[in-house]
């Protein structure tokens, strides 16, 4: 049956109200102070160990991004890490909260469709994350550019920049997850503690456990064909693909991002960098996978939120 | 649609029938094993104030919900100013005013903020929203706290900001869904007191409730639901004959007098006459006989102490009603 106006009528409205929320409530500063401290930490060891060994690195740079110093993880792994908790922090509560405040029949009862007040709500959060995630992404390449001295080149800067933008499509798979579970659990609470649930399973745990599952459930002998297995059982996460994504962007050397046969490396000059593109292509299955991840689950919790009752 | 507008001035006779705002001809809403709302009718004037009244989980909200286009249709239709709210909720929306049951606001910005939002999502022009907004607050009374945070606000004040967005929508109808619910007397007075002054600005008011000596006040015409029927519909008095079985009910306090009982119902117009009390005799009749009562009372030489006309009263004719159903108050779908 088709309705009559836009479905999209409201969504400017619904977007800027939300991302003024965002902006002004103190979960989104404790967050973002939280990401901004350890993140610096990361990048200020990171400096740190690269002004002691550094050699003739072409991408010096781009280590700022990937060097790990004992005892911290390197910055791209915090955000490997934390960005997931700022998405659910952020989209835990999106429709349970507008139930809970009894404000959603209220406002729906104005001219407006529900798709406007859903996608409004998913891209006030992930303009919320790209403002954050820039900022920080504009702090850590000013204080490498004070404590390195070094300026990047052009390329570094283009996969810098790839980079983040692979980053804010990581957010948006998390962020859509929080707002599914926002639109299935009544319980702002219950939605934020499956959601965190399944971030720590599937970042820390998923991965261990996919080579046990494939050496458990595959009838193979052959060692090729359970790695290959258990990494594609493994992409499944998102944090996985994300990881994947970003080693072939920051390491220009990364040449590929499974298991190799030795012919397929007849006549490559190893160690040496890919360009740009070449990079790109590499990490290109993953970036789709998560722009996909993203889609499918908002395209889940769209349906859920088209055919929920309104009342409270 | 133009003539719509037109508030209908006193109460027009019934010779030109006023312009039917609302019509809703068998609306039903299926659960999966329930029927909430089960193939009800009625229209609902221009200009007048309707009343759907019913215990809890007799599907009035649903049917509040399905008229809005927040709710899908399972069978029937329904008609806001001629729209279709399945196909056309935009319009019926524009039109509409909803004040929700304990209807809620962004407790973290202030009253005008609140409108602002609405107002924006409504459409309306930069230029006039401030105007409107201030205009709708002072009506309903919360110039002084505009910019208030809403969490600080009471519920009543809720209410009323929820009627302000009604006023500033310049919506033509009003649903307000137990608009008292959770009221002390005087706010519900209030607030009972501004739902009449939209009737007075030619609005058309539908509303829920189960507080009935509330409704009686102010609604012309009620609908009595249950279990997803519409039971009853007309005005108070209409339902009163109907269910209490006569229009009028005089009662007679009189002293001494040889066989009063039988000289009143020897009254023309006199269907019973009961004794509840000795001295006290309480008539049914057809028409308000109380001058006739008094002359009879005087003429048997009895010594009239009190007179008085029963008005039927909603709450009478609610538990009557129910009674006489041999229907428990609880229906199984509970809202």
């Known amino acids: 049956m088709r309705r009559e106006g836009s479905a999209l009528r409201g969504l400017g409205v619904v977007t800027l109200k939300e991302i003024s929320d965002h902006m002004t409530s103190a979960r989104m500063r404790v967050l973002?102070?939280?990401?901004?401290?350890?993140?610096?930490?990361?990048?200020?060891?990171?400096?740190?160990?690269?002004?002691?060994?550094?050699?003739?690195?072409?991408?010096?740079?781009?280590?700022?991004?990937?060097?790990?110093?004992?005892?911290?993880?390197?910055?791209?792994?915090?955000?490997?890490?934390?960005?997931?908790l700022m998405a659910i922090g952020l989209g835990f509560d999106a429709v349970n909260g507008e139930h809970s405040r009894r404000t959603l029949s209220r406002i729906l009862s104005q001219p407006i469709y529900r798709d406007a007040l859903l996608f409004g709500k998913f891209l006030a959060g992930l303009a919320t994350l790209s403002v954050s995630l820039i900022v920080l992404w504009l702090l850590t390449i000013g204080l490498g550019l004070i404590m390195l001295g070094v300026p990047p080149g052009a390329e570094e800067m283009g996969r810098a920049f790839i980079f983040l933008l692979v980053t804010i499509a990581y957010a948006g798979v998390w962020l859509a997850l929080a707002m599914l579970a926002s639109i299935v659990f009544r319980s702002a609470a219950t939605a934020a503690l499956v959601t965190l649930g399944f971030w720590l399973f599937i970042t820390l745990i998923w991965p261990a456990l996919s080579p046990a599952i494939v050496t458990a459930f595959v009838p193979s002998n052959d060692e090729a064909t359970l790695v290959i297995a258990a990494q594609s059982l493994a992409r499944l996460s998102p944090s996985v693909l994300y990881a994947?994504?970003?080693?072939?962007?920051?390491?220009?050397?990364?040449?590929?991002?499974?298991?190799?046969?030795?012919?397929?490396?007849?006549?490559?000059?190893?160690?040496?960098?890919?360009?740009?593109?070449?990079?790109?292509?590499?990490?290109?299955?993953?970036?789709?996978?998560?722009?996909?991840?993203?889609?499918?689950?908002?395209?889940?919790?769209?349906?859920?939120?088209?055919?929920?009752?309104v009342r409270a | 649609m133009d003539a719509l507008a037109m508030p209908r001035a006193g109460s027009a006779p019934s010779a030109a029938p006023a312009q039917k705002v609302i019509a809703v001809n068998g609306l039903t809403k299926r659960y999966d094993t329930t029927v909430a709302v089960d193939g009800i009718s009625f229209d609902v004037g221009a200009g007048e104030i309707f009343g759907l009244l019913g215990p809890n989980g007799a599907g009035k909200t649903t049917t509040i919900l399905m008229l809005l286009g927040l709710s899908d249709i399972s069978a029937g239709t329904a008609r806001v100013f001629g729209h279709d709210p399945m196909r056309e909720p935009l319009q019926v929306k524009r039109l509409i005013g909803?004040?929700?049951?304990?209807?809620?606001?962004?407790?973290?910005?202030?009253?005008?903020?609140?409108?602002?939002?609405?107002?924006?999502?409504?459409g309306i022009a930069k230029a006039e929203r401030g105007k409107k907004i201030a205009a709708a607050l002072d009506r309903v009374?919360?110039?002084?706290?505009?910019?208030?945070?809403?969490?600080?606000?009471?519920?009543?004040?809720?209410?009323?900001?929820?009627?302000?967005?009604?006023?500033?929508?310049e919506a033509r109808i009003a649903i307000l869904d137990e608009p008292t619910n959770g009221l002390d007397p005087q706010a519900s007075l209030e607030l009972l007191d501004l739902i009449r002054s939209f009737k007075a600005n030619g609005m058309t008011v539908l509303l829920s409730s189960h507080l009935l000596d509330r409704v009686q006040s102010i609604c012309d015409r009620v609908a009595l639901f249950n279990a997803g029927k519409i039971a009853l519909m007309?005005?108070?008095?209409?339902?009163?004959?109907?269910?209490?079985?006569?229009?009028?009910?005089?009662?007679?306090?009189?002293?001494?007098?040889?066989?009063?009982p039988k000289r009143l119902a020897a009254l023309p117009g006199v269907r019973q006459v009961t004794e509840p009390a000795p001295g006290r005799f309480r008539m049914v009749c057809d028409r308000d006989l109380r001058a006739e009562a008094a002359a009879e009372v005087v003429a048997g030489k009895g010594r009239l102490k009190q007179l008085s006309l029963d008005r039927p009263s909603l709450e009478t004719i609610y538990t009557r009603y129910f009674q006489s159903h041999d229907n428990p108050r609880e229906v199984p779908h509970a809202a």
């Open chain 1, 32 to 84: 973002e102070w939280l990401v901004v401290l350890v993140a610096l930490a990361a990048v200020y060891a990171a400096i740190t160990q690269v002004r002691d060994v550094t050699a003739e690195d072409p991408f010096l740079f781009l280590r700022l991004f990937t060097t790990a110093r004992d005892p911290l993880p390197s910055f791209t792994a915090f955000l490997g890490f934390l960005v997931p």
């Open chain 1, 244 to 309: 994947e994504a970003v080693t072939a962007i920051l390491h220009p050397a990364t040449r590929t991002l499974g298991p190799v046969y030795i012919s397929q490396l007849q006549g490559a000059v190893m160690g040496s960098p890919l360009p740009l593109w070449s990079s790109v292509m590499v990490a290109w299955p993953q970036i789709v996978g998560l722009i996909a991840a993203s889609i499918l689950l908002f395209v889940g919790g769209y349906v859920a939120f088209q055919r929920q009752e």
């Open chain 2, 98 to 122: 909803y004040l929700p049951d304990t209807v809620g606001f962004y407790d973290n910005i202030s009253a005008a903020d609140n409108l602002h939002y609405t107002a924006r999502l409504i």
């Open chain 2, 141 to 169: 009374g919360l110039k002084d706290v505009a910019d208030k945070k809403v969490g600080a606000f009471s519920r009543g004040m809720r209410q009323r900001l929820g009627l302000a967005e009604i006023v500033m929508k």
């Open chain 2, 234 to 260: 007309g005005t108070v008095g209409e339902l009163g004959a109907q269910v209490l079985g006569g229009g009028f009910a005089v009662e007679v306090e009189a002293d001494g007098g040889d066989n009063l």
